[in-house]
């Protein structure tokens, strides 16, 4: 017979993500980012046959990629933030640091390497898709 404090403890367990380089688990200090196959070459790649994927793209403009995402994680041991490329199979993740082309399918990230000769006024201006965005031209009286 199982004791009571085990048959009560509900809490999720944490994701095991280490570090690949020191081996120590890594907090995320990001949402995560889905990734989005746009041509058939990109779901080729995953392991779907030639015909299906031309078929997929034709009928959507974007097909999600299940289990794949883009997120930042702090490591104690290196002291820096980096972003990887997760997928999730079964129970286990794999870890790789995004690469440059993983950016173009995620959706709602703001590429880590902008233009620097933008300021962050006009950064957020352009993130911006509604009314409110006005808000900022505002005069004070």
Same mark, same amino acid.
């Given at each position: 017979?199982? !004791? !009571?404090?085990?048959?009560? *403890?509900? *809490? ?6 280490? @570090?690949?380089?020191?081996? @120590? ?5 990001? =949402? ?12 080729? =790649?995953?392991?779907?046959?030639? !015909? ?8 959507? +403009?974007?097909?999600?990629? =299940?289990?794949? /995402?883009?997120?930042? %994680? /702090? ?5 820096? +933030?980096?972003?990887? #490329? ?5 129970? +286990? ?9 993983? /950016? ?6 703001? #590429?880590? #390497?902008?233009?620097? +000769?933008?300021?962050? %006024?006009?950064? !957020? ?11 900022? %031209?505002? %005069?004070?009286?």
């Amino acid at each position: 017979m199982q !004791r !009571r404090c085990d048959r009560n *403890r509900k *809490r999720s367990k944490r994701r095991a993500i280490y @570090c690949p380089v020191h081996n @120590c688990y890594m907090n995320s200090v990001s =949402q995560k980012y889905g990734l989005f196959a746009e041509r058939a070459g990109q779901l080729q =790649q995953r392991g779907v046959k030639r !015909r299906e994927a031309l078929m997929l793209v034709a009928a959507k +403009t974007a097909v999600p990629l =299940q289990g794949e /995402w883009l997120e930042a %994680f /702090w490591c104690e041991e290196c002291q820096q +933030t980096k972003w990887y #490329h997760i997928r999730k199979r079964d129970a +286990t993740y794999e870890l790789s640091l995004a690469p440059a082309e993983l /950016w173009e399918q995620a959706t709602g990230v703001i #590429h880590p #390497h902008k233009n620097p +000769t933008v300021s962050e %006024f006009t950064t !957020r201006q352009s993130r911006m898709m509604d009314h409110r965005s006005i808000l900022d %031209f505002r %005069f004070i009286s």
